[in-house]
């Protein structure tokens, strides 16, 4: 097998143009992100930038990409408190390892006035964890935890809802988050069975 012309890629390069990144996106915003920038900050030349990311939409969508973790399959604890418990803990352990709760709390704050930019939020980041929650939502829902006539989507909102606001109200602070799993309970009198 032979091997395509030119150097081969830099995994130290994406790491500091994907860091810079999302540095700039914590520090300013989207709208103030330019290539220029990423450069200047990752130490990379524009080129090695030009030739992985052709435009700055591009980019941000690695960047965001690259905070997001491929949850497997919800754990099945055999409770909707137990499983979203689990899955929470996985959500907060790689947000610690990542410093994704302030760039997250950054982008929410502008995505809703930047219809690509919610697109790539979207997509990338909530979607993916929305479809855990669902799983977890529609687990309950077969065990007789919860209604089986609610709605998984409006479900999913109410349970994950509350963690998201205070993330947002601390800036992005994970303390001020507290134990997700602590607050599910108190969700949970509003979805149970009549």
Do not use: C, W
């Not at 709208?31 to 930038?49: D, F, H, Y």
């Not at 399959?73 to 409770?79: A, L, M, R």
């Not at 929305?130 to 989507?153: F, H, L, N």
């Amino acid at each position: 097998m032979t091997r395509a012309p030119g150097r081969p890629r830099s995994a130290e390069a994406d790491e500091a143009i994907l860091r810079a990144t999302l540095d700039l996106l914590t520090a300013d915003g989207y709208a103030a992100l330019t290539m220029e920038r990423v450069r200047e900050r990752s130490g990379v030349g524009k080129a090695t930038i030009y030739r992985r990311y052709k435009s700055k939409e591009e980019l941000v969508a690695a960047a965001i990409t690259h905070l997001n973790v491929d949850f497997p399959e919800p754990p099945d604890t055999g409770s909707l408190v137990g499983d979203f418990a689990a899955t929470a803990q996985t959500v907060l352990a790689d947000a610690e390892r990542t410093g994704f709760a302030p760039t997250v709390a950054r982008l929410l704050s502008e995505v809703a006035g930047d219809p690509v930019m919610h697109e790539l939020f979207t997509t990338n980041l909530v979607e993916p964890r929305r479809r855990v929650i669902g799983t977890i939502v529609e687990r309950a829902k077969a065990r007789g935890e919860i209604r089986a006539d609610i709605d998984t989507g409006l479900a999913v909102d109410m349970i994950i809802g509350p963690v998201i606001y205070r993330l947002l109200l601390s800036g992005g602070d994970l303390s001020a988050v507290g134990n997700p799993a602590e607050i599910l309970p108190q969700v949970l009198a509003g979805l149970s069975p009549r």
